[in-house]
């Protein structure tokens, strides 16, 4: 079983429209959990990092919140943009010997039409 | 572009061929991270560098696969005996050893997209 979970597998949504995204993660302890978009064929860029004590982390209209008594985190994206099509990746920085690895979930979806 | 780069950006190649991907971090970032990302899934860890030393490996990186920082700057990923199961993206990431904050960024590359005939 995954360690990181996301949901949906993928999203259809009107430009200008808001959409929220999910993540459910299994590890304990992390250090960090982030939000990656990756466009086609391209590498992914951070969207926001938070730390296990934080809560929310905004950048622009992408807002990021972490329960880390569920282990849940959400991407809430606002008035969404024709650019805004892409996959977005939730990470978790998991322990491995004396480092912690990041581990990708298999990413969203996301389809905004005209 | 002082981004990180990786080449080739896209490599064909027939079943039992050798193939070297290469990864040049950001200027300074002491840890570099080789990941492998097949169609539909996120990206997978296969190994990563602090400087010049190795000093995680997946269990994803079998004796086939190698990889190298010899003057803890750029880095390289050799594929012996590719096989079709080896057709991917393999990503680079690079970081500083520590950020301000607290919470560490890995900037990504483009990818080097591998397609074994």
């Known amino acids: 079983k995954n360690q990181v979970e996301q949901s949906p597998q993928s999203l259809i949504i009107l430009e200008g429209k808001n959409c929220t995204l999910q993540?459910?993660?299994?590890?304990?302890?992390?250090?960090?959990l982030r939000w990656y978009k990756q466009d086609t064929g391209r590498g992914p860029v951070s969207l926001t990092i938070?730390?296990?004590?934080?809560n929310t982390k905004s950048n622009g209209r992408y807002t990021a919140t972490l329960d880390a008594d569920t282990k849940q985190s959400s991407l809430h994206i606002t008035a969404s943009q024709l650019s805004d099509s892409a996959s977005y990746i939730c990470?978790?920085?998991?322990?491995?010997?004396?480092?912690?690895?990041?581990?990708f979930g298999r990413g969203t979806s996301l389809i905004v039409h005209p | 572009d002082t981004g990180v780069s990786q080449d080739p950006r896209h490599k064909i190649t027939k079943r039992g061929q050798n193939v070297t991907f290469r990864c040049d971090p950001i200027?300074?970032?002491?840890?570099l991270y080789w990941y492998r990302q097949t169609l539909g899934q996120g990206p997978e860890f296969l190994t990563y560098?602090?400087?010049?030393?190795?000093?995680?490996k997946s269990r994803l990186l079998s004796d086939r696969f190698s990889a190298e920082r010899p003057k803890g700057s750029f880095s390289t990923l050799e594929i012996q005996r590719t096989e079709q199961g080896d057709s991917a993206m393999y990503l680079c990431?690079?970081?500083?050893?520590?950020?301000?904050?607290?919470?560490?960024?890995?900037?990504f590359g483009p990818g080097t997209r591998l397609t074994v005939l």
């Open positions: 990431a690079s970081r500083p050893t520590k950020t301000s904050g607290g919470a560490n960024e890995q900037f």
């Open positions: 993540c459910n993660y299994t590890v304990s302890p992390f250090s960090n």
């Open positions: 938070m730390t296990f004590s934080e």
């Open positions: 990470v978790v920085s998991v322990p491995l010997g004396g480092s912690y690895i990041p581990t």
């Open positions: 200027s300074e970032h002491n840890r």
């Open positions: 560098f602090q400087n010049e030393a190795q000093l995680e």
